[in-house]
T-cell receptor, first 115, second 114 residues
C-alpha cells in the first residue's frame, strides 16, 4: 500500500517568506508526528496529532511554527517569516494507534533551505 | 529525561564481516526501543523494535539487536555485512508520555567496504 508522502520534497525560501509543508499519512493512521532533522543530527520532535487534535506541540521552536490536521488525515506544517536556522529536513511520520508500541512510518521528508 | 546515545559517528566494516552499531539509552520505566535506517534523500525506514520479551530481537534485512537492561544498551548487529547496508542508522526510544514520540540518537554512519 501507499506509504507516507510529503510535498514538496525540496523548498528554497528567502528569509522572511512563509512556507507550508504537506504530509499525507498512511490511510487510517490515528497518530501523526512532525520531526525536524538538522544536518548531521537525529530527528527532533516538533508536534503530535491524534486524529485532528494537536495534543503535543512542545517541540515547536517558536511561535512562527504552526501545524494543523483539520480533518484528521492530511497535515500541514507552516513556518512564518522563515529564518536561516529553520533550514532542515522536516519529516512526517504516522502510526496506527495512539501512544502505542507501534513503530512510526516516515515520509521522505521536505528539505527546506532558507537563503 | 529520556535520552539515547550513539557513541560512534561512523563504523567501518569489510563486506562479509559481522557488524555492530552501538546504542545506549536512559529512560524511566521499561523502554520501548527502535532502530531505523536512513538512505540518502530518503526518510527513515523501520528495522526492528524491542517492546518486551526476548532480549534478542530480529528485524528486517538480516539485522538483529540485543537488549541489555543492566547495561542499558540496545546494540544493532548483523552477522555478515553487505555493501548495500551502508547508510545512516538511528537508535530511538519512545518517550514515556502519552504521545509516543520518539527520541533519537545522533546517528551512526555505517560504511561497508567491498
Amino acid at each position: 500500500g501507499a506509504g507516507v508522502s510529503q510535498s514538496p520534497r525540496y523548498k528554497v525560501a528567502k528569509r522572511g517568506q512563509d512556507v507550508a509543508l504537506r504530509c499525507d499519512p498512511i490511510s487510517g493512521h490515528v497518530s501523526l508526528f512532525w520531526y525536524q532533522q538538522a544536518l548531521g543530527q537525529g530527528p527532533e520532535f516538533l508536534t503530535y496529532f491524534q486524529n485532528e487534535a494537536q495534543l503535543d506541540k512542545s517541540g515547536l521552536p517558536s511561535d512562527r511554527f504552526f501545524a494543523e490536521r483539520p480533518e484528521g488525515s492530511v497535515s500541514t506544517l507552516k513556518i512564518q517569516r522563515t529564518q536561516q536556522e529553520d533550514s532542515a529536513v522536516y519529516l512526517c511520520a504516522s502510526s496506527p494507534l495512539a501512544g502505542s508500541s507501534y513503530e512510526q512510518y516516515f515520509g521522505p521528508g521536505t528539505r527546506l533551505t532558507v537563503t | 529525561a529520556q535520552s539515547v546515545a550513539q557513541p560512534e559517528d561512523q563504523v567501518n566494516v569489510a563486506e562479509g564481516n559481522p557488524l555492530t552499531v552501538k546504542c545506549t539509552y536512559s529512560v524511566s520505566g521499561n523502554p520501548y526501543l527502535f532502530w531505523y535506517v536512513q538512505y540518502p534523500n530518503r526518510g527513515l525506514q523501520f528495522l526492528l523494535k524491542y517492546i518486551t520479551g526476548d532480549n534478542l530481537v530480529k528485524g528486517s534485512y538480516g539485522f538483529e539487536a540485543e537488549f541489555n537492561k543492566s547495561q542499558t544498551s540496545f546494540h544493532l548487529k548483523k552477522p555478515s555485512a553487505l555493501v548495500s547496508d551502508s547508510a545512516l542508522y538511528f537508535c530511538a526510544v519512545r518517550d514515556t508520555g502519552n504521545t509516543g514520540k520518539l527520541i533519537f540518537g545522533q546517528g551512526t554512519t555505517l560504511q561497508v567496504k567491498p
